[in-house]
């Protein structure tokens, strides 16, 4: 075994033939899917994914199946990101950002209308990119409207004069969010592989849906983030940043 999650829901086994076993829990999608995709319409270098399936492992206390994902797939040479960053040379450093970022924008190429799992359903935001936590997945949502209201939901109940003031505010200033793009939402330096100074596979794709393109409007989700905790101080400072 090369890697188990805290809770050993998630494991890594290397099968020592240059493949690698993986199981985790099931998030509705294959990933080889995503990297047929991936493979046919960008140069974003993914393993290739020999065999996939899903098992049953009993149920939940709710009553829900355990639904146990499973992968056969290339073990790509290189090592993550975060091990070797702090050694390499400033070129070298440079030469990764550019092709990370050329990657990012042939991966915000792939397009859809709605805002979406990988394969068209309601959005399950795992890591809660624009969603707050316990909020039930719904859509796929296709006007800015909804996915404001779906947003906000929580925080329309407030009974505060503020808060209601602080989302209008808020909600003038949101940006486009159609078309939806292709978005990775788990891109960290443990899931860039790197070999020979070079991005040799970024992987871990389970979690891609069709989010909005907001890399550029990181202070409407920051304000809308202070807002979400509800405290009179992080109200206060959203309502100044708006008003800037």
Not at 214 to 234: C, E, H, N, V, Y
Request: hydrophobic share 40%.
């Amino acid at each position: 075994m090369i890697y188990s999650s805290e809770n050993g829901a998630r494991q890594i086994y290397d099968l020592g033939n240059g493949n690698l076993y993986k199981f985790r829990p099931h998030m509705g999608v294959f990933e080889s899917d995503i990297h047929a995709l991936l493979k046919s319409t960008t140069r974003i270098p993914v393993p290739t994914i020999y065999n996939e399936w899903v098992t049953s492992e009993g149920i939940t206390d709710s009553g829900d199946p355990v639904r146990v994902h499973h992968m056969v797939m290339e073990k790509i040479e290189g090592e993550p990101l975060v091990h070797v960053w702090e050694h390499l040379s400033s070129e070298s450093k440079a030469r990764l950002a550019l092709q990370l970022g050329d990657y990012l924008d042939e991966l915000h190429n792939i397009t859809r209308r709605s805002i979406c799992s990988f394969d068209g359903g309601p959005l399950c935001d795992s890591y809660g990119l624009i969603f707050e936590e316990g909020y039930e997945a719904e859509g796929p949502i296709s006007d800015s409207h909804t996915l404001w209201l779906a947003m906000t939901s929580n925080l329309q109940r407030d009974p505060s004069r503020t808060m209601h003031q602080a989302l209008a505010e808020l909600r003038s200033i949101m940006p486009a969010c159609l078309p939806a793009v292709l978005t990775h939402t788990d891109l960290h330096q443990g899931n860039i592989l790197v070999r020979d100074g070079n991005i040799s596979a970024i992987i871990d794709w389970e979690g891609a849906g069709f989010y909005p393109r907001w890399p550029a409007a990181k202070r409407f989700m920051d304000i809308l983030l202070a807002l979400r905790t509800q405290s009179s101080g992080m109200v206060e400072w959203a309502m100044k940043q708006m008003r800037r």
